[in-house]
């Protein structure tokens, strides 16, 4: 097996895991925040289809959204994505969903009284939020949040299903012409120190809060 060839394929693979782990992030949080409120938002035409949308998102596979994206999305709209795109797009609103709910239980999880205590201290709603719930609802989420974490780290390998090159793909390549299990081997290391990482990340994070118990 020739390693010099092996090891720069998977290392700009993990980058293409890498690329799509950051683009979700970056795009879904912010989306499943705003999911949230309009799941909390006591009017029908906000709640319902925040409703609709988070059950069709955690209700149905992510491969099979894949899939839809990049094969259905032209014979039904005219709009062909690429691969990469596809796969973005299909991470991003599958992961908003399951945030979306992370952040609803972590903001219901705050006491009612603690959002009339900040009104008698004269508080905006705004101000409320930002300076008070958000803080507490961030040290509250962060253990479900990591967990999140983790599982996208490993689901950037679903993304081989519509022909992107990642790492599981290369891997599997590899071990398919070879013959051999340890691309398996390496790949799983690769994997273990992305959420090493990851895991490392939310611990500080944790740490830092602290003081919020």
Known sequence: MNYQVLLPQML???????RIFF??????????MLVAMGRMSRLKI????????????RGTPLMLQLLFLFYGMKPIFGIQLDRVLSAEAAFILNYAAYFAEIFRGGIESIPRGQHEAAKVLGFTKKQTFFRIILPQVVKRIL???????????????????????ELLKVTSNWVSSSVSMTPFVIAALFYLAMNAVVTRCFTVAENKLSYYR
């Open 12 to 18: 700009e693979a993990t980058l293409m895991s890498l």
């Open 23 to 32: 683009i979700t992030l970056i795009f879904s949080l912010p989306l499943g």
């Open 46 to 57: 906000l709640n319902l289809p925040m409703r609709f949308y988070i059950l069709i998102m």
């Open 143 to 165: 253990p479900p949040m990591g967990n999140e974490f983790i599982t996208l780290v490993k689901d950037t390998s679903l993304a081989q299903v519509i022909g992107v090159v």
